[in-house]
């Protein structure tokens, strides 16, 4: 089984069509996306639509609910979200309240954003010093809560990574296709980089040895992404995606 992961869009319709052309080009049984697929200042719609043109399992992450929850007053504060549910319209809104927060692929394979229970957790990452570190073996195994797949693939941290647990579970985050870097203020201040502008996905397939795990970073035009940012007034969007480095 080769399955092609992908995760953290984020409405960046130029990357999304780079890392689904090199997908095609390195062929998989399936493509699954892990979330967080339509928040951002760059082309939310666009991205949707190419989405629908594709065939792809497809769960939510946090800032997809958080779209599909926003009141009016949380709209009209917040510019970029403004930008979101105007480019929208009403038809992506519904397809995203249609899609579950986890799912089990198959007896081997468990899709999640986050952690099995909580998509705003960081599932292999610790952040209290302010950027990413792999958490212990026992922590990850406690936020797993029992979940037994062979393999726990998961997004949200836009940090590409492979870990095998004591329990002999693969956990594979394929990183982020739309956006390198970021900054968040929860649980507490702490930054994401992955240091280039590339598009990160994954490969994971099943061999003779048990599971392999390619990371990919994919080149295309972030030029043009960052520039949609700056016309939506966010420049350190475009500085993520330019440099995949923190302000």
Known sequence: MKIAAISDVHSNVYALRAVLDDIRKQGSDIVVNLGDILYGPIAPRDTFELLMENELV???GNQDRQIYEATADEICSNPTMEFIHEDLGTLPLQ???TLPSNLTLNE???????????????????????HAELRTDRDI??????????????????????????????IVNPGSVGLPAYTDDLPVVHSMENYSPHASYSIVEKGDFGWSVQHKKVAYDHRSAARQAIKRQRT??????STGRAL
């Open 236 to 241: 350190d969007w475009a500085h993520f995606l």
């Open 108 to 130: 081997s394979v468990f899709l999640c954003h986050g952690t099995p229970d909580d998509d705003l957790t960081y599932l292999l990452e610790n952040v209290e010093s302010g």
């Open 95 to 97: 397809w995203m309240h």
């Open 58 to 60: 497809t769960i939510r």
């Open 141 to 170: 195994m406690a936020l797993l809560n029992n979940q037994s797949e062979d393999v726990i693939l998961c997004g949200h941290t836009h940090t590409p990574r492979a870990i095998l647990t004591s329990s002999q579970q693969l």
